[in-house]
């Protein structure tokens, strides 16, 4: 897998988040994650955003996060928002979303930041699986989906 660092707004990037997009909405109907997100987010050193391609260049993984502090939202000074990960369907199973979580954290971390937060729902168990097996444990709910029944909100700390 080569990683590689690119703007949210990258061609690829636009088609694994439409990808991704429709993902949510077939397990939550809901038209997909209503999160507002800037390309700016992902800007060094306030965040990144990468993209994993396989040995063809084809576009198979994907994950960013992006700087958030104190904001009455649940976030704390120093946070690492966690956003966007995915794993095309036919890549799934191969590690790549573990070793885009651990590409991230090694960003994050390099950056300052001092926790890894992220919110996935109850329709993601194999999201929820991944991060409960690298460290993440339940934190208070933030974000855009922090009133919902199905949000379920993660934290890791970053150890500097």
């Not at 988040?17 to 939550?28: F, S, T």
């Not at 997909?32 to 391609?53: C, H, K, M, Q, W």
């Not at 976030?75 to 979303?97: H, S, T």
Request: a negative charge; glycine letters at 10%; charged letters at 30%.
């Amino acid at each position: 897998m080569n990683i590689r660092r690119v703007p949210f707004d990258h061609p690829d990037a636009v088609k694994l988040n439409d990808e991704v997009q429709a993902e949510y909405h077939e397990r939550y109907g809901d038209g997909g994650d209503a999160t507002v997100l800037e390309p700016s987010d992902f800007l060094p050193p306030r965040g990144v955003y990468l993209i994993a391609y396989d040995e063809t260049d084809r576009p198979v993984a994907t994950g960013g996060w992006r700087s958030q502090d104190e904001n009455g939202e649940g976030n704390r000074d120093g946070d690492a928002e966690l956003k966007r990960m995915f794993v095309v369907r036919d890549m799934r199973g191969r590690g790549l979303a573990r070793r885009m979580l651990a590409e991230l954290e090694t960003d994050a971390r390099a950056a300052g930041r001092i926790r890894m937060v992220l919110e996935t729902g109850t329709e993601q168990p194999e999201a929820i699986a991944l991060y409960t097996a690298t460290g993440y444990e339940p934190c208070t709910k933030f974000g855009y989906y922090r009133e919902f029944d199905s949000s379920r909100c993660f934290a890791k700390p970053l150890g500097l």
